[in-house]
C-alpha cells in the first residue's frame, strides 16, 4: 500500500509540474506587451518600462518560471497587472466561493445519483424506471448553463422564489448548485445502475439468492460495495469537470468565484492573474484525481494485493 501511495505521489507531482510549464510557455506565446496592455495605450514608456521591471517580465524565462513557481509554492501568487492587488488575497476570498459550490454540487449530485441509479437497475422495466432513465437521458445532453437559465426563468422570473444572481446566503447557492448537480446527477446515475446491474448478475447474488438472502440483503452487504470501483473513478472525473462547469456556472449567476476571476483576468489580458488561476484549476483537478486513485485502492483489496 506504501509503494501504491508513494507511486501515486510522484506521479502526481510530475503531472503539476509538467501543466506549470505548459501553462507558462502557451501564455508567454500570446501576442502582445502584458505591461502595456494593463497600462492601456495612452501609457508612457516610463511608466510601461517602470511596470514591466516591477512585474519581473523582463527578466529572462526561465528566471521568470522560477519566481512564479517559488511564489505559487510560498502562497506569494504575485500583483495583478489589472488592479494593481494581490493575487493572493483575490484568490483566497475567490476560492472558498467556487470550493464551496463545487462540492455542494457533488454532494447533491451523488444524494440523488446512487438512490436513483440502484432503483435503476432493479426496476428498468417498470414504470417508474423508465421515467427515470428518460430523465437522466435527457439531463446528459443539456448544458449546466441552460439548465440554469431555465432555472432562472422559473424560480426568480416567474416565481419569485429564489434570487437570480449573487452569492452570499444559502438561497443564493440553492440555483446555482442545481445547474450543476442535475446535469452531474444524471450521468451518475446512469453509471450507477449500469455498475449495480453488473454486479447483480453475477455468481455470488445467484449463489446468495439461492441460499435464501433477499435482494436487499445481498445489494447492501456486497453488490453495492463492488458497484462503487467505477463509480469512484467517474465521480472523481465528475468533480473534476464540475469545476469547468462551475466557470460557466459562476459568470451565469454573478458569482464572485475563482471562474468569474478567470474570465475577467483573460479579458483584461492580466498574465499573473490568468496563469495563476489555471495553475489552482488544475492543482485541484489532480487533486481530486491522487484522492480518486488512492480510495480506489483502498476499497479494492486486489490493488492493495499488488502493492
Known amino acids: 500500500m506504501i509503494r501504491t501511495v508513494v507511486k501515486h505521489?510522484?506521479?502526481?507531482?510530475?503531472?503539476?509540474?509538467?501543466?506549470?510549464?505548459?501553462?507558462?510557455?502557451?501564455?508567454?506565446a500570446v501576442p502582445g506587451d502584458p505591461a502595456r496592455v494593463a497600462l492601456g495605450v495612452s501609457a508612457t514608456e516610463e511608466a510601461v518600462a517602470e511596470l514591466t521591471a516591477r512585474l519581473g517580465l523582463n527578466n529572462p524565462l526561465p528566471v521568470q518560471y522560477a519566481d512564479w513557481v517559488g511564489g505559487l509554492l510560498t502562497?506569494?501568487?504575485?500583483?495583478?497587472?489589472?488592479?494593481?492587488?494581490?493575487i493572493t488575497e483575490t484568490v483566497l476570498e475567490r476560492a472558498g466561493v467556487s470550493l464551496t459550490l463545487t462540492l455542494a454540487?457533488?454532494?447533491?449530485?451523488?444524494?440523488?445519483?446512487?438512490?436513483?441509479?440502484?432503483?435503476?437497475?432493479?426496476?428498468?422495466?417498470?414504470?417508474?424506471?423508465?421515467?427515470?432513465?428518460?430523465?437522466?437521458?435527457?439531463?446528459?445532453?443539456?448544458?449546466?448553463?441552460?439548465?440554469g437559465i431555465a432555472l432562472?426563468?422559473?424560480?426568480?422570473?416567474?416565481?419569485?422564489?429564489?434570487?437570480?444572481?449573487?452569492w452570499g446566503t444559502p438561497a443564493h447557492a440553492v440555483l446555482p448548485v442545481a445547474s450543476l448537480a442535475l446535469v452531474q446527477a444524471s450521468i451518475l446515475t446512469r453509471y450507477v445502475a449500469a455498475a449495480v446491474r453488473e454486479e447483480m448478475g453475477r455468481d455470488y447474488v445467484r449463489t446468495g439468492r439461492a441460499l435464501g438472502a433477499s435482494i436487499g440483503t445481498v445489494l447492501f452487504s456486497s453488490a453495492l460495495r463492488n458497484a462503487a470501483l467505477p463509480v469512484i473513478t467517474v465521480a472523481g472525473v465528475q468533480l473534476a469537470s464540475l469545476v469547468v462547469g462551475a466557470v460557466v456556472i459562476e459568470r451565469v449567476f454573478t458569482i464572485p468565484g475563482l471562474g468569474t476571476m478567470l474570465l475577467d483576468a483573460v479579458g483584461n489580458r492580466d498574465l499573473a492573474t490568468v496563469q495563476t488561476v489555471m495553475m489552482l484549476l488544475v492543482a485541484f483537478t489532480l487533486v481530486v484525481n491522487l484522492i480518486v486513485d488512492l480510495a480506489y485502492a483502498v476499497v479494492d483489496p486486489r490493488i492493495r494485493r499488488q502493492a
Open 152 to 166: 432562472v426563468a422559473l424560480f426568480s422570473v416567474r416565481l419569485g422564489w429564489l434570487p437570480a444572481n449573487g
Open 75 to 86: 502562497g506569494d501568487f504575485g500583483i495583478s497587472m489589472a488592479s494593481g492587488k494581490d
Open 9 to 28: 505521489l510522484l506521479r502526481f507531482v510530475l503531472l503539476l509540474t509538467a501543466a506549470s510549464v505548459i501553462i507558462f510557455v502557451l501564455l508567454r
Open 105 to 147: 454540487a457533488m454532494a447533491v449530485s451523488l444524494a440523488v445519483a446512487v438512490p436513483l441509479g440502484v432503483y435503476l437497475a432493479l426496476r428498468s422495466h417498470s414504470p417508474g424506471g423508465a421515467v427515470v432513465g428518460a430523465l437522466s437521458q435527457v439531463g446528459i445532453i443539456v448544458p449546466s448553463f441552460l439548465v
